[in-house]
């Protein structure tokens, strides 16, 4: 697992953003794993403007989302269906048949969770896998105590997920679904490479237990570091408690395969 900092939260998102899109361009149909949330929208944004003024392209690209609410219609303007149109697929040239969520209005949600693991592996699996963390460090919505080698799966939210997902439900909280379908912890180690994109100080605790703390169930992020493929991305304020921020910093500077990135232009006012 490698650690990268950036000063801010643009260069970090600019940063993930620039490691996707040459991956991209290193394999056409690529198979992406893609996550949701505030922090992603910064990333997605940037690649968009990759695929309008650079001719990034994502006509053979395949893409596995890491989770979706149980309950909500996928033309429910909180899905993570209706999160991906609106941050990237409708904005890039991706064929929509190569797009795919877990099917939280399946009547069988476990035959949905196998079959799609059966749909990643039909793919070849999963070259990158583009990931969060939630604020007690899970990753998916892999919760405190989930197993380290789960697979897709239906699963209860805790009280504290909830309570930070529902401010996203603007005047209707009580619409915050209690349950969700996620990609496993064993789901998730198995794509070939990993980044992580974590920015604010708000996540500075929790980047500490994940990143230097013990591999434990209670902290599903932290089982990132068996990975042999890992880079994690955080700016300066959820960097703030490491430990080994010099080390982090020296491992920028100084690696042969950060060099192409490190003269990344900044990010333009009102483009994050």
């Given at each position: 697992?490698?650690?990268?900092m950036?000063?801010?939260?643009?260069?970090?998102?600019?940063?993930?953003?620039?490691l996707?899109?040459a991956?991209?361009?290193?394999?056409h149909?690529?198979?992406?794993?893609?996550?949701?949330?505030?922090?992603?929208?910064?990333v997605?944004?940037l690649l968009?403007?990759?695929?309008?003024?650079?001719g990034?392209?994502?006509?053979?690209?395949?893409?596995f989302n890491?989770d979706?609410y149980?309950?909500l219609e996928?033309?429910?303007?909180?899905?993570?269906h209706?999160?991906?149109?609106?941050?990237?697929?409708?904005?890039?040239?991706i064929d929509s048949?190569?797009?795919?969520?877990?099917?939280?209005?399946?009547?069988?949600l476990k035959?949905?969770?196998?079959?799609?693991?059966k749909?990643i592996?039909?793919?070849g699996?999963?070259d990158?896998q583009?990931?969060?963390i939630?604020?007690?460090?899970h990753?998916g919505?892999n919760e405190?105590?989930s197993?380290?080698?789960?697979?897709?799966r239906d699963?209860?939210?805790?009280?504290?997920?909830?309570a930070?997902n529902?401010?996203?439900?603007g005047?209707?909280?009580?619409?915050m679904?209690r349950?969700?379908?996620?990609?496993?912890?064993?789901?998730?180690?198995d794509?070939?490479?990993?980044?992580?994109?974590?920015?604010?100080?708000?996540?500075?605790?929790?980047m500490?237990?994940?990143?230097?703390g013990?591999?434990?169930?209670?902290?599903?992020a932290?089982a990132?570091q068996?990975?042999?493929?890992?880079?994690?991305i955080?700016?300066?304020?959820?960097?703030?408690?490491?430990?080994?921020?010099d080390?982090y910093?020296?491992i920028?500077?100084?690696?042969?395969?950060?060099?192409?990135?490190?003269?990344?232009?900044p990010?333009?006012k009102?483009t994050?």
């Amino acid at each position: 697992m490698e650690v990268i900092m950036r000063p801010t939260a643009g260069a970090a998102a600019l940063l993930a953003a620039r490691l996707i899109a040459a991956r991209l361009r290193e394999k056409h149909d690529l198979v992406l794993g893609l996550a949701t949330g505030r922090t992603m929208e910064m990333v997605y944004e940037l690649l968009v403007r990759m695929h309008r003024e650079e001719g990034l392209d994502f006509s053979l690209c395949r893409t596995f989302n890491l989770d979706e609410y149980i309950g909500l219609e996928p033309a429910d303007p909180h899905s993570y269906h209706a999160y991906m149109g609106k941050h990237l697929f409708s904005r890039v040239n991706i064929d929509s048949r190569n797009t795919r969520l877990p099917d939280g209005m399946a009547s069988d949600l476990k035959a949905a969770a196998l079959r799609y693991e059966k749909d990643i592996a039909a793919c070849g699996g999963i070259d990158l896998q583009l990931l969060g963390i939630g604020h007690d460090g899970h990753i998916g919505f892999n919760e405190p105590l989930s197993s380290l080698r789960s697979r897709t799966r239906d699963k209860t939210l805790t009280p504290g997920t909830i309570a930070v997902n529902s401010t996203l439900f603007g005047d209707e909280p009580h619409r915050m679904p209690r349950r969700a379908m996620t990609m496993g912890v064993g789901t998730i180690l198995d794509a070939r490479e990993i980044v992580l994109l974590a920015t604010g100080s708000n996540k500075a605790a929790i980047m500490v237990q994940a990143l230097e703390g013990p591999v434990t169930s209670m902290v599903t992020a932290s089982a990132l570091q068996l990975h042999p493929s890992c880079k994690v991305i955080v700016d300066e304020a959820a960097a703030g408690d490491l430990k080994a921020k010099d080390y982090y910093r020296w491992i920028f500077e100084n690696e042969p395969e950060w060099e192409p990135y490190r003269d990344a232009p900044p990010v333009k006012k009102g483009t994050t």
